[in-house]
């Protein structure tokens, strides 16, 4: 079935950095969607992308949708504490897009 | 405010007895959604509904049921059978026309003794 990688597993920045992160796919996907997890709390969508090449942000976050179909990229500029959580990356598990596989997750941790 | 509720938060229960998580949305969607999740892993899907009256099994549906009677509710069942049931379980919702843009509930953390 179709798998999501995400990279990397775990980071520490300090507060102010830029943080990137990526999601990758074995197969082509017609959508990506970003979520964050506060710890203990359901996910929260972040950025929704449905376009190759889309370039789309949210406030300080920038998400794209790779040429490839198979990627997508998460940034975060100047984190700030609140950015603590997992980040996962998800898309359809078919082409009827009724549900999704979601990657195993960025855990971001900020450092003040 | 329109929301999803799960409860409880937490729920602990004895090994071999059934265990029901409860779901509400008021946001009137009419997909609703139940995945696992384990410490360091994503989200599973266990079962999913898109209208009243019908679900599918998901990837991990082995071991549980759900019933989908009313558009705002859609509990879980975790059963006996499911051979490691200890984990978050997490619900969600979302519109017909937009599946990918899912509002999850807080979540129950189930802990089998």
């Known amino acids: 079935g179709q798998q999501l990688n995400q990279s990397p597993q775990s980071m520490f920045i300090q507060e102010g950095e830029d943080v990137s992160m990526n999601c990758t796919s074995s197969?082509?996907?017609?959508?990506w969607l970003w979520y964050k997890q506060d710890p203990g709390e359901g996910p929260v969508l972040l950025i929704a992308?449905?376009?190759?090449?889309e370039l789309t942000s949210n406030g300080r976050l920038t998400a794209q949708f790779g040429i490839t179909r198979k990627d997508s990229f998460l940034n975060i500029s100047a984190s700030i504490p609140s950015d603590v959580g997992i980040y996962f990356c998800?898309?359809?598990?078919?082409?009827?897009?009724?549900?999704?596989?979601f990657g195993p997750g960025t855990r971001l941790s900020v450092l003040p | 405010d329109g929301g999803i509720t799960q409860s409880p938060k937490y729920l602990f229960r004895k090994e071999g007895q059934n265990v029901t998580l409860s779901c509400e949305q008021n946001?009137?969607?009419?997909?609703m959604y139940w995945y696992r999740q384990d410490p360091g892993q994503g989200l599973r899907l266990i079962y999913y509904?898109?209208?009243?009256?019908?679900?599918q099994k998901g990837d991990i549906a082995e071991g549980y049921s759900v019933s989908r009677e009313k558009k705002e509710s859609f509990p879980l069942t975790v059963t006996s059978a499911q051979k490691n049931p200890t984990a978050f379980y997490l619900c969600?919702?979302?519109?017909?026309?937009?599946?990918?843009?899912?509002?999850f509930g807080p979540g129950t953390r189930l802990l089998v003794l």
């Open positions: 969600a919702s979302s519109t017909q026309t937009s599946w990918g843009s899912q509002y």
């Open positions: 197969s082509i996907f017609n959508t």
């Open positions: 992308l449905y376009k190759a090449g």
């Open positions: 998800a898309g359809p598990k078919d082409n009827y897009g009724q549900n999704f596989v």
């Open positions: 946001l009137n969607h009419d997909a």
């Open positions: 509904s898109q209208i009243v009256n019908d679900f």
